[in-house]
């Protein structure tokens, strides 16, 4: 049973699980378990039968995946709510998924991952400040009421950017991880597009349910490095905004592959996709400084250390991987959990990802690169292989503990 945000609800500042309609779900299985997950691509869907590996080889070595597990069915059990409309529905007027607590929902479980900490992420500490916002608006708005949409819009704006001083990080490659995780951005007001258009997007819902706004309202999310997300009257929107609206779907996928860019082991230029560059890591073709990087990042997985993004993190990445898949919004995601799979010596399973994304790709007209259509053959050749080897077995225990100096 989902818990609410807010235990005590005053009339008329209601909690905004008011908003959001829980159908009633079954107990999701542990991220451990073996998922029947639904992926599609355009027109394809398949069910999968596919095992996600990462909690039960973090367990194997002795890491204790309690919390991370927690983190990752609250995730599973919110985004099962997602229909197909769901999906394309804006983040301004969603019902079904509680983006707010998803989105903690995926910074728990990589704060576990990172910290080894023994007590979770207080992810209804953080939903709590994140109703306290709407909340603290009201004083600013009796000076709105009875304005115009634009100057209540940019009374909100304001409210926003300039009062609590909310702004966008300044772009880095890789990217900062904090601001893609809703916890950190509220807590030092910096971050990323994404989570300031939902910060902005749960304000906009709250003080709607409220009837503060009663008109309808878009979110205007900027595709430059610079800009920031805007409110504006839908009625007054324009056929080129529609590329500027952001879905439920799109918002989780968008942070979700940032996230993966940013821990991706295989750190590549802009010439390079995430998976080329791990391909030609694991095919002994890339640069010195690419092959340090990917010596680097199984040093961190072995140890369990966290210092750097430069290098990536293995976990995290693999974590990122995995609730792409249970999103199911691109097949691509498969293709790079395996070579990440292929990378921790998961051979069986990387070879039956690849073939199922082999396969999606050949019966639903995928779009196709060369390079990377090279890469995966020479990949699924070499795991053919090592599988038919007498003496090949699956990774020890202690794949994740080796001491072994990265040099």
Request: glycine share 4%; with cysteine; proline share 4%.
């Amino acid at each position: 049973m989902l818990r609410t945000r807010m235990d005590k609800v005053a009339s008329p500042w209601i909690s905004r699980t008011s908003i959001l309609s829980h159908p009633s779900l079954p107990t999701p299985s542990s991220s451990s378990s073996r998922f029947r997950v639904f992926c599609k691509s355009h027109l394809v869907a398949k069910d999968l039968n596919l095992k996600l590996v990462l909690h039960d080889a973090l367990d194997s070595c002795g890491t204790d995946t309690t919390h991370a597990r927690a983190a990752r069915d609250g995730y599973s059990a919110q985004i099962q709510n997602m229909s197909d409309i769901e999906r394309e529905t804006s983040i301004c007027i969603n019902r079904c998924v509680d983006l707010g607590k998803t989105a903690l929902y995926i910074a728990a479980e990589d704060d576990s991952l990172i910290s080894h900490s023994s007590v979770p992420l207080p992810i209804d500490a953080f939903l709590e400040r994140l109703d306290d916002l709407t909340t603290d608006y009201c004083p600013h708005y009796s000076s709105s009421i009875g304005s115009s949409p634009e100057t209540l819009l940019d009374s909100i704006e304001k409210y926003l950017y300039n009062i609590k001083g909310f702004r966008r990080t300044i772009s880095s490659h890789p990217p900062a991880p904090n601001a893609f995780y809703l916890h950190s951005v509220l807590t030092q007001r910096c971050g990323s597009a994404v989570i300031l258009a939902l910060i902005y997007s749960e304000v906009l819902k709250m003080l709607r349910l409220w009837g503060v706004i009663d008109f309808d309202v878009e979110i205007y999310y900027p595709h430059d490095p610079l800009g920031l997300p805007r409110a504006y009257d839908k009625k007054k929107s324009k056929e080129s905004d529609q590329q500027h609206i952001m879905t439920s779907e799109s918002l989780l996928v968008e942070i979700l592959r940032n996230l993966k860019e940013t821990y991706w082991p295989f750190q590549h230029g802009n010439s390079k996709s995430l998976f080329l560059g791990a391909a030609d890591a694991a095919d002994c073709t890339d640069s010195g400084f690419h092959c340090a990087s990917a010596k680097a990042a199984q040093h961190r997985l072995n140890r369990g250390v966290w210092t750097s993004v430069l290098f990536g993190d293995m976990r995290c990445a693999l974590s990122a991987c995995e609730r792409l898949i249970l999103l199911r919004s691109n097949w691509d995601d498969l293709r790079d959990y395996a070579v990440l799979l292929y990378h921790c010596g998961y051979y069986e399973d990387a070879l039956q990802c690849f073939k199922l994304y082999k396969e999606a790709k050949q019966t639903s007209g995928l779009s196709t690169n060369a390079a990377e259509d090279d890469a995966l053959d020479k990949l699924i050749f070499r795991l053919s292989l090592i599988l038919t080897e007498e003496g090949w077995r699956r990774p020890s225990r202690n794949f994740l503990h080796r001491n072994s100096e990265p040099w």
